[in-house]
């Protein structure tokens, strides 16, 4: 008896380890990491989710029996783990593709193997309707919390999580596009329950009230592809009502119809002005280049066919394939994608056509049993066997239930059309596979066929308990390692975190240190550590008398650590930007790491071919090394990959320059001057060279380029200087004065400009 009380325990338990995810899934943050969202939420649900196993394996030892249930999605699941854990293995980023990173979130494959878990336990523990409405109620809860949350934050400016943790928008996402996703989804579930006649007057203020947080919420946020998606849901959530219209409170499903029509007028008017709020732009990569590189991806080989570049790596995908159109985005040009513009997009980049068919084959294979679950039912409906299959629960309570099953599988799709628009948080796709594993067993409730009980008893003999023993005792030891290596993972973030926000250099070395210590294989943690390094050595070159013994053993220790990094992560274009940076850092002291600076910018380039920005900075070490004939190469590159990039254009005009091309290097600058005429540096370089050829018409010119130069900035003693030389040559001294007395003013320890108007004065 005392065992079967302790079965029941620990039964209850591993169910409310579970629910909890529906807790601190959307709401928990931790302000000692660099990203408040990433690893927090992954923690706390794979934490959640190894409680709960451990609890499972606990009660098959008080049982003495091997008891779970199997469902009809468990085989493509494994299959899509199977094939992801391909992808890892033969990934351009191993470490990346199997653990993900901390600075923004991509999909890795432990994160994707402890959802899989996750659905198993749900259908192991979600075994009853009572708990599956509980489920329910506690995501309707925690969705309606967090946007009432959101809303006392942008009405009331009562910041509730600002007095938690660093102020943030909200507690689900750090974009406000992703948790404007789950606030639809809750929003479905909640207004769908409230169609419900059965409903209580409490469960019904409690719904309505999360409804009208919500909705409120979106009308904040007042992204149009939110909107788009809401629609979706509310025309599922009406055809769902239209089908149940005998067992529906008719006066809410009009509501609903006028929430549609609503959305509608949002989508093609926009909401209201006066009830926006000015929230913070999201970056993303548009759709056009998501598709291109995608595709580009897919079809670079069988085995990027096949089983993708890898999980999380989409990065790389990025600088490989990169369009050269995306050079004349005016906003996003110069920057890097982790994740492209949609998440159907990642998996087929990231894993595949494999894994993307295999994903969408789970989808289809649901919705099958979906609705060959509704067709038999509608058919046999008085029939309560024929409805409840073999449970025998009351029918009035299934009837009610079945209606919520197809609820959830309304928002299930809802969130899946949001794939095809959005780049799934750790928040959606814990929702997403959450909403699978409730439908699977919400189906059971009706369909003995979606779910079977598999039990084994272990034989009472001393070798099938020692060999049980053992696995048992293997499998805890595997827990309790892989939490003690997430604890470590845990306080290398939280030092690299602290070295971010270290107030002196010393401070943020020994927190990199002690990161580099608990996790030595991370990129990120050597990179920062170069930096840091190369800051130090910065600052001490300018004191009176530098140390330059020093300031050579921080630029050596730089250089290390960015190699380090680069060797860690050898395809990461970013890194070895980085380790070029110290090389150039260091040719001040070591004339040979001008080499070395060019080589780390040309493997940056063989990764990211269409960068500019990557020809640009060759370019710049060429003309360094004098070397203008690869320098002029360089520069012409980058302008042929964007052709308005202005410091390509006067960095090869320079190079024109120095090789005597002056008439070339002059109508570069020609080229450019319509879109660089506010940049000060080419009106006065297009006007000194006007100037030094002194061609009919050239001085004039070369006078209005100086004063357009000195208008835009009246401060630009370059332009200044310039234009008192001309006036004095032309014999103009009084005002050539005028300009030399701008220029003192500005520089007045200067003293070849004093010189100068004492000549001229003295002449006078």
């Known amino acids: 008896?005392?065992?079967?009380?302790?079965?029941?325990?620990?039964?209850?338990?591993?169910?409310?380890?579970?629910?909890?995810?529906?807790?601190?899934?959307?709401f928990f943050l931790d302000k000692n990491l660099a990203n408040l969202f990433i690893i927090p939420k992954q923690y706390a649900f794979i934490g959640l989710v190894l409680i709960s196993f451990l609890l499972f394996g606990t009660k098959i030892v008080l049982s003495k029996k091997l008891s779970f249930r199997t469902s009809v999605v468990d085989l493509p699941?494994?299959?899509?783990?199977?094939?992801?854990?391909?992808?890892?293995?033969?990934?351009?980023?191993?470490?990346?593709?199997?653990?993900?990173?901390?600075?923004?979130?991509?999909?890795?494959?432990?994160?994707?193997?402890?959802?899989?878990?996750?659905?198993?336990?749900?259908?192991?523990?979600?075994?009853?309707?009572?708990?599956?409405?509980?489920?329910?109620?506690?995501?309707?809860?925690?969705?309606?919390?967090?946007?009432?949350?959101?809303?006392?934050?942008l009405v009331f400016k009562f910041d509730l999580l600002a007095m938690i943790v660093s102020p943030v928008w909200n507690s689900f996402d750090k974009l406000n596009s992703v948790f404007g996703l789950w606030l639809i989804i809750v929003f479905i579930l909640a207004a769908g329950q409230l169609m419900k006649r059965s409903l209580s007057i409490g469960r019904s203020l409690a719904y309505f009230f999360s409804i009208v947080v919500i909705f409120a919420s979106l009308v904040l946020l007042s992204f149009n592809i939110l909107w788009w998606m809401l629609l979706c849901g509310l025309v599922?959530?009406?055809?769902?009502?239209?089908?149940?219209?005998?067992?529906?409170?008719?006066?809410?499903?009009?509501?609903?119809?006028?929430?549609?029509?609503?959305?509608?007028?949002?989508?093609?008017?926009?909401?209201?002005?006066?009830?926006?709020?000015?929230?913070?732009?999201?970056?993303?990569?548009?759709?056009?280049?998501?598709?291109?590189?995608?595709?580009?991806?897919?079809?670079?080989?069988?085995?990027?066919?096949?089983?993708?570049?890898?999980?999380?790596?989409?990065?790389?995908?990025?600088?490989?394939?990169?369009?050269?159109?995306?050079?004349?985005?005016?906003?996003?040009?110069?920057?890097r994608f982790g994740q492209p513009f949609s998440t159907f997009l990642s998996l087929a980049a990231e894993g595949g056509v494999l894994t993307l068919l295999l994903f969408i084959f789970i989808f289809l294979f649901v919705l099958g049993h979906v609705f060959q679950v509704w067709l038999r039912n509608r058919s046999m409906r008085s029939t309560s066997q024929g409805i409840m299959g073999s449970k025998n629960f009351d029918r009035e309570m299934m009837e009610d239930l079945r209606m919520d099953v197809f609820l959830v599988v309304v928002g299930w799709v809802t969130m899946t059309v949001g794939m095809g628009a959005l780049y799934f948080s750790p928040g959606l796709w814990w929702m997403w596979w959450l909403l699978l594993g409730m439908i699977v067993s919400g189906l059971s409730f009706f369909n003995a066929d979606m779910v079977s009980e598999r039990e084994w008893a272990i034989e009472d003999t001393p070798q099938y308990s020692l060999s049980f023993s053992f696995v048992l005792i293997i499998t805890m030891a595997a827990v309790v390692m892989l939490g003690i290596w997430g604890v470590r993972l845990y306080m290398a973030e939280a030092a690299y975190t602290r070295a971010l926000n270290a107030k002196d250099y010393k401070a943020a070395e020994a927190e990199l240190k002690m990161a580099l210590s608990q996790r030595g294989s991370s990129d990120t943690y050597h990179a920062a550590l170069a930096q840091v390094y190369l800051l130090q050595a910065v600052e001490m070159s300018r004191a009176e008398k530098p140390d330059l013994q020093s300031i050579s053993q921080l630029m050596a220790l730089a250089v290390n650590e960015a190699k380090a990094a680069a060797d860690l992560a050898p395809k990461s274009v970013a890194l070895w930007e980085n380790l070029a940076t110290m090389y150039e850092n260091a040719a001040a002291l070591v004339p040979e790491a001008r080499d070395w600076t060019i080589k780390s910018l040309t493997q940056a380039i063989e990764l990211e071919p269409t960068n500019p920005v990557l020809w640009w900075r060759l370019g710049n070490n060429y003309s360094v090394a004098k070397n203008w004939e690869e320098a002029s190469k360089s520069y012409e590159k980058a302008i042929e990959l964007k052709r308005d990039y202005v410091g390509a254009y006067t960095g090869l005009a320079n190079a024109y320059e120095q090789t005597n091309k002056i008439?070339?290097?002059?109508?570069?600058?020609?080229?450019?001057?319509?879109?660089?005429?506010?940049?000060?540096?080419?009106?006065?370089?297009?006007?000194?060279?006007?100037?030094?050829?002194?061609?009919?018409?050239?001085?004039?010119?070369?006078?209005?380029?100086?004063?357009?130069?000195?208008?835009?900035?009246?401060?630009?003693?370059?332009?200044?200087?310039?234009?008192?030389?001309?006036?004095?040559?032309?014999?103009?001294?009084?005002?050539?004065?005028?300009?030399?007395?701008?220029?003192?003013?500005?520089?007045?320890?200067?003293?070849?400009?004093?010189?100068?108007?004492?000549?001229?004065?003295?002449?006078?």
């Open 236 to 335: 599922l959530l009406l055809l769902l009502g239209f089908s149940y219209i005998k067992d529906i409170r008719t006066g809410w499903l009009s509501v609903l119809f006028v929430m549609l029509i609503l959305t509608g007028v949002f989508i093609i008017f926009g909401s209201p002005k006066s009830l926006q709020s000015a929230l913070p732009a999201e970056v993303a990569l548009g759709i056009k280049p998501s598709w291109s590189i995608t595709l580009d991806t897919m079809f670079s080989g069988v085995k990027n066919f096949i089983i993708g570049t890898g999980l999380g790596t989409f990065n790389y995908d990025f600088s490989r394939f990169r369009p050269e159109s995306f050079n004349y985005d005016n906003m996003a040009w110069s920057l």
């Open 1 to 26: 008896m005392t065992n079967q009380r302790l079965h029941a325990v620990v039964d209850v338990a591993s169910f409310i380890s579970l629910l909890l995810t529906a807790i601190f899934v959307p």
């Open 663 to 764: 008439d070339k290097a002059i109508e570069k600058y020609q080229t450019i001057l319509s879109s660089a005429s506010n940049n000060v540096e080419v009106l006065f370089n297009y006007g000194r060279l006007l100037y030094n050829r002194n061609k009919e018409g050239d001085r004039d010119n070369a006078e209005k380029l100086w004063l357009e130069a000195a208008r835009v900035q009246p401060n630009y003693s370059n332009a200044l200087y310039s234009l008192g030389l001309l006036y004095e040559t032309k014999g103009n001294k009084s005002k050539a004065l005028e300009y030399y007395y701008k220029v003192k003013d500005l520089n007045p320890d200067n003293k070849d400009i004093a010189a100068k108007i004492r000549a001229i004065v003295g002449g006078n």
């Open 77 to 153: 699941i494994l299959g899509l783990l199977l094939v992801s854990a391909l992808s890892s293995i033969f990934s351009v980023s191993l470490y990346d593709s199997f653990f993900g990173r901390g600075e923004f979130f991509v999909m890795n494959f432990i994160f994707l193997a402890f959802l899989g878990l996750f659905y198993f336990l749900i259908i192991n523990f979600v075994n009853s309707p009572m708990r599956w409405r509980v489920i329910m109620d506690v995501v309707i809860g925690a969705g309606g919390l967090s946007a009432l949350v959101f809303v006392l934050k």
